[in-house]
């Protein structure tokens, strides 16, 4: 090996590193923990460690195995490692833990009980290969909707359960049960594995075979695995078991950016290897090169409140920088038009917008940011997602609703004619096309043609009698009513809420119902009849306006744009400027989180993730009332706001800072005494679960009088009023 070396030595690989890299990369054959804090160089800890290895002759590229999370990561990795090695690495072994179980599969096919041509379900074959099963078991797919039977099957693979192995309590999970083990059979018998069989087949043969598992031990002497707080359970066993009793881990993560647990992440498995392997070595890096201070203080403030962490204390040597900027919004509206503003100025002297980042807890919160840039013309791109109105679930009841304006749209009836599925085939729908070819007629008359009156249940004549019932009941409901009605009568919010992972795709369609409150609001276009009520027509003005806005695609590739996500898609990447909205409670933190075991953590390490993508400013945003489910909630700061110390904080409007939270509401109703004399003082207290409001003046006529409630920082900081209660002094 040594005559393959070329000038490039052990010692300048080494280049460059601080103290604490210098450690990890050097460490001795033992496992080892790096808690690597955000922007504290893991990547090139890794890298340099495997490079060091070969380099020094501890190990040929051949004895490593490198784990990372991404195929993306990977290739960036062997990139990186052929720049610094003068030999190929490309045979390493370095994947997905299900590119590596493929690799072993596929070299043991036999011992594994597969065919040698075996083929992968991706998510969508192995949901039509669950819905093809359960219609021959004659399964009721609305008891046990395919998707939520698929992670069933999925979260106890996971586990590393077999359907044998799972308790099942009544007949509903024994029915699960039967429907797994059946799964199992059939895709057995038809040679194909779907993305959580990989890994516990692999880790079954490996369990199962000595041989092949003494073989893979004693040839992995060096197992490096990224991201290891995103490990599941079944991830860490396989690990375990390739590992053996002499071979040792290098597991980089960082558990206070552990925020997959709804995936099946366990950041549990850190302390499980401190344990398990009796780890000495536990290295941090806590040199962040990528915030100032001032960013970094903020979140290591947050996350001190989490109890069970390794623990660790990002610092920079970049100093200060500048303070955090903290804007309270009247409303949602507002909040987003200050946003807007901001990335104007910002952009105005000189920072691209692709180094602008808008972060928010939930999807449905990007509607009202996309609207406001939409209307001050700035180019943005939805990283990881799809914009509001490009959504799957928003098409879907804007097409109920276009059917509701007009039952002669094609367009719309194709797209939901069987969705949620109501037993159309696609024989039903080439006769109902050939109907309406024949008769030069819209797919609407050929149905009414084919049907007749309709009857309600399933199949065409359901759907019709669907399509007739929502244009009855729309008569005479306002614009956001109709929107309600349309993802509620069609089955949408059912459907959706039958869905493990529908619980986004439910808030999504609140929000559509929010935007036509705000739409009807704007009264842009509005027309009324003889009686003064809203016509019909506002549906119309709706849709178009949906149309307009999706039909605004995102800024090309290459161009610069600015860069809206959820806080979950931004893990990974960093920005000059970085803006996090919506920070109220409830929201962010999610409400979810209260119900969960461990749920508050993982938020608190979620705000840590999203704080610590900041390299040089950060706003963070939150409003006294916002417009969910259809309805205004007013809302409490969240406390994670109060977590950050203030010397670290500037806040935008002082005035709001003294006042931490108000509102008007009209109590003149209230007053039955004193109507007419007009009031020099009024006293108002506000009551809500959290306790008692503060003292306001006014002066007025009580016939006028609307009352600004004062809450404060320290006073109740929650704006839903139960009542208000008015007093002469």
């Known amino acids: 090996m040594q005559a393959m070396m070329n000038p490039i030595s052990s010692a300048s690989l080494l280049d460059g590193l601080n103290d604490k890299q210098l450690e990890a990369v050097t460490l001795p054959h033992q496992s080892a923990l790096i808690l690597a804090g955000a922007g504290s160089g893991k990547t090139r800890v890794l890298t340099t460690r495997i490079a060091w290895l070969i380099q020094t002759g501890q190990v040929s590229p051949h004895g490593l195995l490198a784990v990372t999370f991404t195929n993306k990561a990977a290739k960036e990795m062997l990139t990186r490692l052929t720049s610094m090695l003068p030999i190929n690495v490309r045979g390493m072994w370095a994947g997905t833990f299900h590119g590596l179980c493929n690799r072993l599969l596929r070299a043991h096919h036999r011992e594994a009980l597969l065919p040698a041509t075996f083929q992968i379900l991706d998510t969508a074959d192995q949901l039509s290969s669950i819905k093809r099963l359960m219609k021959v078991m004659n399964v009721d797919d609305e008891k046990f909707p395919p998707k939520q039977v698929m992670g069933y099957i999925n979260s106890c693979k996971e586990e590393g359960l077999r359907a044998h192995a799972v308790d099942a309590y009544d007949t509903h999970s024994q029915r699960m049960r039967e429907i797994f083990e059946e799964y199992d059979k059939q895709c057995q018998r038809e040679g194909v594995v779907d993305f959580a069989e990989l890994l516990l087949r692999c880790y079954e043969l490996l369990s199962r075979n000595a041989n092949i598992r003494e073989h893979y031990q004693h040839r992995f002497k060096y197992i490096l695995v990224d991201e290891f707080q995103d490990t599941n359970r079944l991830q860490y066993l396989w690990l375990k078991l390739l590992a053996g009793t002499d071979n040792c881990i290098f597991a980089v993560g960082d558990d206070d950016q552990s925020i997959y647990a709804f995936r099946g992440a366990r950041v549990g498995n850190m302390r499980d290897f401190e344990q398990d392997f009796a780890v000495q070595n536990i290295v941090k890096l806590e040199q962040n090169y990528r915030s100032h201070s001032n960013i970094l203080d903020a979140a290591n403030a947050i996350i001190t409140h989490n109890r069970n962490r390794l623990g660790k204390n990002l610092w920079t040597a970049a100093g200060k920088g500048e303070p955090i900027r903290i804007y309270e919004a009247y409303n949602d509206i507002d909040e987003a038009n200050f946003i807007v503003d901001e990335i104007k100025s910002l952009h105005a002297e000189g920072t691209n917008l692709s180094q602008i980042a ?66 159309i085939g696609a024989r039903s729908l080439e006769q109902l096309q050939e109907i309406a070819r024949q008769n030069d007629s819209s797919l609407w008359q050929a149905a009414i043609s084919k049907v007749g009156n309709g009857r309600p249940g399933r199949g065409l004549e359901g759907f019709v009698a669907l399509i007739k019932q929502m244009q009855e009941e729309a008569i005479g409901l306002t614009l956001a009513e109709q929107v309600e009605l349309a993802s509620t009568l069609s089955g949408l919010r059912d459907h959706y809420a039958n869905d493990k992972e529908g619980e986004d795709r439910l808030a999504n369609l609140d929000e559509l119902v929010n935007a036509a409150i705000a739409f009807t609001n704007q009264e842009i276009g509005m027309q009324v009849d003889e009686n003064g009520e809203v016509a019909q027509s506002l549906l119309a003005q709706f849709l178009t306006h949906a149309s307009l806005e999706a039909g605004e695609h995102q800024a090309d ?68 009332s916002r417009m969910l489910h259809g309805q205004v909630r007013y809302g409490i700061p969240s406390r994670f706001l109060d977590e950050i110390p203030e010397e670290l904080l500037k806040r935008l409007n002082t005035q709001s800072s003294k006042a931490a939270a108000y509102t008007s509401a009209p109590v003149a109703p209230a007053i039955s005494q004193k109507n007419a004399m007009p009031w020099k003082i009024g006293q108002a207290v506000a009551h809500s679960k959290f306790g008692q409001g503060v003292v306001v003046n006014y002066e007025g006529n009580i016939n006028d009088l609307r009352v600004q409630v004062n809450f404060g920082r320290e006073g109740l900081k929650w704006l839903a009023l139960e009542y208000a209660k008015l007093e002469t002094l």
């Open 358 to 423: 808008m972060l928010y807890r939930s999807n449905a919160q990007s509607r009202v940011l996309e609207h406001a840039l939409f209307s001050s013309g700035l180019p943005y791109r939805v990283y990881g997602g799809l914009r509001f109105f490009e959504r799957a679930e928003i098409k879907h009841s804007l097409a109920y609703l276009r059917l509701i304006a007009s039952a002669d749209d094609d367009t719309a009836l194709l797209r939901v004619i069987n969705f949620p599925t109501r037993g």
């Open 557 to 624: 590739a290459g161009r610069d744009a600015l860069q809206l996500m959820t806080v979950h898609a931004a893990k990974g990447l960093e920005f000059k400027t970085v803006f996090i909205s919506g920070l109220e409670e409830g929201l962010f933190p999610h409400e979810q989180s209260s119900y969960e075991a461990n749920g508050l953590e993982e938020e608190r390490r979620l705000m840590y993730v999203a704080v610590t993508r900041a390299r040089q400013r950060l706003y963070i945003s939150f409003a006294q």
